[in-house]
């Protein structure tokens, strides 16, 4: 486990202050697992050795220096295996799925107040989160975060092809889109490369996706997205922690969109960003899914950034999927399509939608 300072990320502090319950659950993780821990911190001395609060400095410190959350820790260092061991036989959850859905199981039980307490105990039974009330369940967790997508893309208007490759990662809505140096690092298990299938359709200005007359924006490059849509093909790495390494899987079907971010007199704060904005949705062998995000250009390069949301059977947006209509995906009011807002991903691309 590294604990360099990041390029990105300075801070004075190299330990990270973190709430009552987050502390009583990294103890617990610790409790049985020290020796495990200690080798993943470098400690000096015997792993055996070393005391529980001697390795929680160690893991705040790491926590501090590199701008992680617990979850973000829970999910970039700890082994899958020492993860679900953990769900399972402290927390008694479910010990399915990735490190980064293990990671968002026990850091919202780790969340609430009172764990690690003994009310805890009598109340565990009782008590469920919102999100699990929104008809969730350990079963359901992995569905819980996002799936963000991110890469390059190329468009050739001449030969009308679009071609999209990079890597995913796993994350909070809340937390946003995570750190360059989590994408890369995923390049070997969770790469992605896809293409359009069939003609690529053009849409109107004026009914682009059914949003507002679209601005003129001043890339060439994201001007020729604007009103553009098809299906996807291609596979991407999927590792489901079953011992046999990342394989290869494909979309049963993937229809994309794009359009413009910021139509004349919008209010939704992103007038003078050079984006556009991309709707999707799909059908996997794991369930249905529908996406939002956005392209902007970096260095003469699109890059196209699109978080996949999970969704139920009983979810109201498989309606849309049905009939095949992307602008019912889209917001209805233009102040939640921000995307600099802290509030962007968890508006457009809400856990759950009750029909």
């Known amino acids: 486990?590294?604990?360099?300072?990041?390029?990105?990320?300075?801070?004075?502090?190299?330990?990270?202050?973190?709430?009552?319950?987050?502390?009583?659950?990294?103890?617990?993780?610790?409790?049985?697992?020290?020796?495990?821990?200690s080798q993943l911190l470098s400690l000096r001395g015997s792993p055996s050795t070393s005391s529980e609060n001697s390795i929680l400095e160690a893991l705040q410190e790491c926590m501090g220096m590199n701008d992680l959350s617990a979850e973000m820790l829970l999910a970039r260092f700890f082994d899958v295996q020492v993860l679900k061991r953990y769900a399972e036989e402290v927390l008694e959850k479910s010990g399915k799925g990735s490190a980064p859905t293990l990671a968002a199981r026990i850091f919202r039980e780790w969340s609430r107040e009172d764990f690690g307490t003994p009310s805890r105990g009598k109340r565990k039974r009782r008590e469920e989160t919102d999100e699990s009330d929104e008809n969730g369940t350990d079963d359901d967790d992995w569905r819980r975060?996002?799936?963000?997508w991110k890469g390059r893309l190329g468009y050739d208007a001449e030969k009308g092809t679009v071609n999209w490759s990079g890597s995913w990662v796993a994350g909070a809505a809340e937390r946003g889109v995570p750190p360059p140096e989590e994408f890369e690092a995923s390049?070997?298990?969770?790469?992605?490369?896809?293409?359009?299938?069939?003609?690529?359709?053009?849409?109107?200005?004026?009914?682009?996706?059914?949003?507002?007359?679209?601005?003129?924006?001043?890339?060439?490059?994201?001007?020729?997205?604007?009103?553009?849509?098809?299906?996807?093909?291609?596979?991407?790495?999927?590792?489901?922690?079953?011992?046999?390494?990342?394989?290869?899987?494909?979309?049963?079907?993937?229809?994309?969109?794009?359009?413009?971010?910021?139509?004349?007199?919008?209010?939704?704060?992103?007038?003078?960003?050079?984006?556009?904005?991309?709707?999707?949705?799909?059908?996997?062998?794991?369930?249905?899914?529908?996406?939002?995000?956005?392209?902007?250009?970096?260095?003469?390069?699109?890059?196209?950034?699109?978080?996949?949301?999970?969704?139920?059977?009983?979810?109201?947006?498989?309606d849309f999927l049905k009939k095949k209509e992307v602008q019912g995906l889209l917001p209805m009011h233009s102040e939640t399509l921000n995307i600099e807002s802290d509030a962007f991903w968890t508006s457009v691309l809400p856990r759950c939608c009750k029909r």
């Open 145 to 148: 975060p996002l799936f963000y």
């Open 187 to 318: 390049r070997k298990k969770n790469s992605f490369q896809l293409s359009n299938a069939g003609k690529l359709i053009h849409r109107a200005e004026s009914g682009s996706a059914g949003v507002r007359t679209a601005r003129s924006l001043d890339s060439q490059l994201l001007s020729s997205l604007n009103g553009l849509s098809g299906h996807f093909n291609g596979s991407y790495l999927l590792d489901q922690d079953d011992g046999k390494g990342p394989a290869r899987h494909k979309d049963v079907s993937h229809f994309f969109s794009f359009f413009d971010a910021a139509p004349e007199n919008d209010s939704s704060g992103n007038d003078g960003l050079e984006i556009v904005l991309a709707a999707a949705y799909g059908v996997t062998e794991f369930g249905n899914f529908v996406s939002f995000g956005y392209v902007q250009e970096v260095g003469g390069i699109m890059e196209f950034v699109l978080a996949r949301r999970y969704i139920r059977d009983d979810d109201s947006r498989q």
């Open 1 to 37: 486990m590294t604990t360099r300072r990041s390029s990105r990320r300075v801070s004075r502090n190299t330990s990270r202050s973190i709430p009552p319950s987050v502390e009583r659950g990294l103890r617990s993780l610790i409790d049985k697992n020290e020796s495990y821990v």
